[in-house]
């Protein structure tokens, strides 16, 4: 009769736990962009409008964040829950004993580029030689510069490389300071051409990079010790980038709403760029990227950017929180 007793009210008061969560939103959570709130980062923001994370008995705070190896280290010093950053980046951080580990790629190639005006005659990395290349520091793009030179032949010593404050960063490029910038096709690119200008992006893919994209990173012991959660996290996620990508008006729409300053054109013009990137070739599935693609990223790496090879790939990233059903990628 007591044990009985003891179950009820311990029922009763594991019910009244989660009334109290669900009545708060859920258990808290932060996730950190990788920079601006934008299409490339949509997907978060349309979950929550649809109330995937409140579902999921998540609480989600999305802030903005200043490039992806910065947001990695907010990761890896436990200043946010999850982050959203590129892949090698996180990757990089890994091998100076960050406990980082990329739980779900999202853009499953990146969308980096070498963003030239037509008119600067750049059609190549080569044409790059003698010519200023502004870079923003802390940024996946130029993290990765060292391996766009060496896969096309080019002396970094020939290269004017100056490091650029990202407020000044397109205008440097529109005022001619600069030859070229490295940034995102989805969104320096699209900025540009917004003003008139006409544009030439010589994707990292095209060009030798072709990296896994920007992917949700969290520490490995908060994995640890509430992996379900992350794994409803991931889920809610996915569904609301699928969700995005099948109406991008929609998740302008939720970016706006919650990050008022972005203006909606330009995320609906980030798409056509964004959409291309969310699945590679071969992946059945959103958040989960061909095993193919892990090993060119993983040979990118350690060929140019120092990347050990003491340990595999697959300690770089796990595949054990993605949903069973995730969308598909068709």
């Known amino acids: 009769m007591l044990r009985r007793t003891l179950l009820t009210a311990a029922a009763m008061l594991a019910l009244g736990t989660s009334g109290a969560l669900a009545q708060a939103g859920g258990k808290p959570m932060k996730i950190t962009l990788n920079f601006l709130a934008a299409a490339p980062n949509a997907g978060f923001m349309m979950a929550k409008q649809m109330g995937l994370y409140e579902k999921a008995g998540i609480n989600l705070t999305i802030e903005e964040g200043k490039g992806s190896g910065t947001t990695a280290q907010m990761v890896a010093t436990g200043q946010t829950d999850v982050g959203f950053a590129d892949a090698p980046a996180a990757m990089q951080l890994r091998t100076k004993g960050a406990p980082v580990k990329i739980i779900a790629p999202v853009l499953q190639t990146n969308g980096f580029a070498i963003i030239a005006l037509e008119e600067s005659g750049i059609a190549s990395p080569k044409d790059l030689v003698g010519k200023k290349l502004a870079v923003q520091p802390g940024t996946a793009q130029t993290t990765l510069l060292d391996a766009i030179l060496a896969s096309n ?42 003003r008139g200008f006409k544009v030439r992006d010589l994707f990292y893919r095209d060009v030798g990079v072709p990296t896994v994209g920007l992917s949700i990173i969290a520490r490995d012991d908060r994995i640890k010790a509430d992996a379900e959660l992350y794994r409803k996290f991931i889920e809610a996620s996915l569904q609301g980038w699928d969700a995005a990508r099948k109406n991008p008006d929609a998740a302008a729409d939720a970016v706006v709403a919650q990050f008022p300053s972005v203006k909606k054109a330009q995320v609906l013009a980030q798409f056509d760029v964004v959409n291309k990137l969310l699945c590679a070739p071969g992946a059945a599935s959103l958040g989960k990227v061909p095993e193919k693609n892990w090993s060119v990223s993983f040979d990118l790496l350690t060929q140019y950017l120092g990347l050990p090879k003491d340990k595999p790939i697959t300690d770089y990233y796990t595949t054990e929180l993605l949903p069973a059903s995730a969308p598909a990628c068709s």
């Open 153 to 194: 032949g080019i002396d970094k010593g020939k290269v004017d490389v100056i490091n650029i404050d990202p407020g000044a960063f397109v205008g440097a490029l529109l005022e001619k300071k600069v030859d070229a910038i490295l940034g995102g096709a989805d969104f320096h690119s699209v900025q540009i051409r917004e």
